[in-house]
C-alpha cells in the first residue's frame, strides 16, 4: 500500500502481509501524520463456513514500517465473543489512540475498541457504530 503526501508529494509504501488477500483500504491517518492505521483481510465472508479475518495495522508514515498489528482473534476476546465479522479503523482520538469499530457475529454487534499504539493496549471505548467526529 502506498501512501502520498499532497503537500510534500513524499510516498510511502507498506508491505502487505503475505497472508492477506483481500488488499488493503480504510487508511486513516492520526492527527499528527505520523502513523496510518489501515485494513487488510483473508479469506471471504461468504464461505462455509465463513474463514474471513480481519486485521487492522498500523504503520510509520516516515519510514514506512508497520509498527502494531490487530488480529481480529485479538479483538474477540477484548469483546469476549467467538468470531468477529469485520473491524476496521475508524479515526484516531489523539496522536497515539486508535479508534477500531468491530462487528461480532451478528451484524447488528457493534463496538468501538480503542487501541493504544505504544503499548498495543486494546479495551472497549463504546457501543456503537463510528460515524464521524464532531467539532465546535
Do not use: C, K
Request: aromatic residues 10%; hydrophobic residues 45%.
Amino acid at each position: 500500500m502506498t501512501i502520498i503526501n499532497l503537500t510534500s508529494s513524499q510516498q510511502t509504501s507498506f508491505a502487505l502481509d503475505p497472508a492477506s488477500d483481500r488488499g488493503a483500504g480504510f487508511a486513516v491517518f492520526s492527527p499528527n501524520n505520523q502513523f496510518a492505521a489501515w485494513l487488510e483481510a483473508s479469506g471471504s465472508m461468504v464461505a462455509e463456513p465463513p474463514n474471513f479475518h480481519p486485521r487492522v495495522r498500523i504503520g510509520d508514515v516516515q519510514n514506512g514500517s508497520v509498527v502494531r498489528d490487530l488480529l481480529d482473534a485479538t479483538a474477540a476476546q477484548t469483546i469476549n465473543s467467538d468470531q468477529i465479522a469485520f473491524m476496521r479503523p475508524a479515526g484516531w482520538l489523539t496522536n497515539e489512540t486508535l479508534l477500531v469499530e468491530v462487528r461480532g457475529q451478528d451484524w447488528e454487534d457493534v463496538l468501538l475498541l480503542s487501541y493504544d499504539v505504544m503499548s498495543g493496549g486494546l479495551s472497549i471505548f463504546s457501543t456503537g457504530s463510528f460515524v464521524g467526529f464532531g467539532y465546535q
